[in-house]
């Protein structure tokens, strides 16, 4: 069995960690890197959409970025307890039109004895935004900088 660290029960440091690495890891763009922490039948609400396994967790996400140009992605810890931890997240991304939006959404993750996410449920809304109220800068894809603000800096 892998075991993905940190593992539960999280405490405020390894609950951090593992909030960072989701972001880092969902900031690659890489479906097959991203399904890696999730359990082989992991079950996902994205939105209105179900998800259940990493075959289907990985055609999701060619599908997301596929449409989702240029997605950069903040997540933040908003509470944890256990094998338990909630975050708030903003992204933004732009269409093939180049209409650019940020995205607002928290999730619900459940973890294994592992570390691997078996349960994530995520709410999540678009709102249109002009090119000019972009905030996430970094070059992408890729991690988002030790030193670019999170959203509480950001004032989001």
Known sequence: MTTRHPVPPFDHATAVKKVRLAEDAWNSRDPERVSLAYTEDSWW????????????IVAFLTRKWATELDYRLIKELWAFE????????????HDAAGAWYRAYGN???????????RRREASINDAP???NERRFHWDAPGSRPAAHAGLRELGL
Do not use: K
Request: aromatic share 16%.
């Open 45 to 56: 609400r994205n939105r209105s959409e179900f998800v259940q396994g990493r075959s289907a």
């Open 82 to 93: 256990g094998n338990h931890i909630s975050v708030r997240f903003q992204y933004e991304w």
């Open 107 to 117: 999730e619900q993750w459940e973890f294994d004895d592992h570390g691997l996410m």
């Open 129 to 131: 935004i002009r090119e």
